[in-house]
Nanobody, 122 residues
Framework: QVQLVESGGGLVQAGGSLRLSCAASIRTFNSRVMGWFRQAPGKEREFVASIGWGGVRINYADSVKGRFTISRDNAKTTVYLQMNSLKPEDTAVYYC???????????????WGQGTQVTVSS
């Protein structure tokens, strides 16, 4: 059974930073590409970033390149998202999931965690 628990969200002013965490209960975590997605009010959920099992192969959505950094700790089965220079348009609920490969933007698991709310004020 897959369990994904996101945390670290909050309210921050534009230009600020937040670090999100996703604790993943996945038996095959160490061999999985993991990623972050987000869903803003009234919009479809969208891909944000992905990271290969070794932490070397990384992919970002154009909208977050240069501002967000994804990382992972396989020993803790946790994936992180460091978000800097936040903008109001980054406001969304952020989720994690596995992906088929590091270039994919399609989540593997149909079930999602509760997500963590990020709100960026202008």
């Amino acid at each position: 059974q897959v369990q994904l628990v996101e945390s670290g969200g909050g309210l921050v002013q534009a230009g600020g930073s937040l670090r999100l965490s996703c604790a993943a209960s996945i038996r095959t975590f160490n061999s999985r590409v993991m990623g972050w997605f987000r869903q803003a009010p009234g919009k479809e959920r969208e891909f944000v970033a992905s990271i290969g099992w070794g932490g070397v192969r990384i992919n970002y959505a154009d909208s977050v390149k240069g501002r967000f950094t994804i990382s992972r700790d396989n020993a803790k089965t946790t994936v992180y998202l460091q978000m800097n220079s936040l903008k109001p348009e980054d406001t969304a609920v952020y989720y994690c999931n596995a992906l088929i490969d590091w270039t994919s933007v399609v989540p593997v698991f149909a079930s999602w965690g509760q997500g963590t709310q990020v709100t960026v004020s202008s």
